[in-house]
């Protein structure tokens, strides 16, 4: 089956601590997105990628890092500069071209005491 | 930056009820993509419309890409308990605009709830 896995489904980390959170895809997609999501809002972009070894920053950047060595792979690291780090974390993929249809996986909710 | 208005934020229905839904902005959209989301889980796309005007249905839900390209409509007929959850419509940005081009922007969503 085609998709995209994001693990762990839950994450509890403590304050101060960088935390990697991963995504693959096998949907063969060119382009990666990471995206938060809190309580009764909508989803807002960290960083996204549409090609390996490129990738740009979204509305949210700060406090987040990621990188992209392979095309099914594209993990996002929240490191301790990052003020709220809580939060329910979606990874997505999408063909590049005249279609912006996104797919998502299952999420990631990370929680920082 | 660009923001969608989606409403109602939330309604309650009663199964068998039709159900009615609108995203608007100030700006043109190019894409309208409507998606719903259960508790705990990734959003997934539900339609995808591409051009004003257009009229597309998957199965009981409906969806409209508004003829000035600012709104879209997401009706659902005859309600089920397994449609509730949050829908969430999504547009994308015009190719020119500061230099996202192609990434959307997502309402804060429609929350389904069932009527108690």
């Known amino acids: 089956d085609g998709g995209i896995t994001q693990s762990p489904k839950y994450l509890f980390r403590k304050e101060g601590q960088n935390v990697t959170l991963s995504c693959e895809q096998n949907?063969?997609?060119?382009?990666m997105y990471w995206y938060r999501q809190d309580p009764g809002q909508g989803l807002r972009l960290i960083y996204y990628?549409?090609?390996?070894?490129?990738?740009q920053k979204g509305d949210i950047a700060e406090g987040y890092s990621v990188s992209r060595e392979k095309k099914e792979s594209f993990p996002l690291t929240v490191t301790s500069a990052q003020k709220n780090p809580t939060a329910f974390y979606l990874c997505?993929?999408?063909?590049?071209?005249?279609?912006?249809?996104?797919?998502f996986g299952p999420g990631t909710r990370l929680t920082v005491t | 930056g660009q923001q969608l208005n989606q409403s109602p934020q939330s309604m309650f229905i009663q199964e068998g009820e039709d159900v009615s839904m609108n995203c608007t902005s100030s700006?043109?959209?190019?894409?309208w993509l409507w998606y719903k989301q259960d508790p705990g889980e990734g959003p997934v796309l539900l339609i995808a419309?591409?051009?004003?005007?257009e009229l597309t249905s998957n199965g009981r839900l409906t969806a409209q890409f508004g003829i000035t390209r600012k709104d879209s409509f997401l009706n659902i007929s005859a309600s089920i308990p397994s449609d509730v959850g949050i829908y969430f419509c999504?547009?994308?940005?015009?190719?020119?605009?500061?230099?996202?081009?192609?990434?959307?922007?997502f309402g804060k969503g429609t929350k389904l709830s069932v009527k108690p």
């Open positions: 997505a993929s999408s063909t590049t071209g005249v279609s912006y249809e996104q797919y």
């Open positions: 949907l063969n997609h060119d382009a």
């Open positions: 990628s549409q090609i390996v070894n490129d990738f």
């Open positions: 700006s043109i959209f190019n894409t």
């Open positions: 419309l591409y051009k004003a005007g």
């Open positions: 999504a547009g994308v940005t015009p190719m020119n605009y500061g230099g996202s081009q192609g990434n959307l922007i």
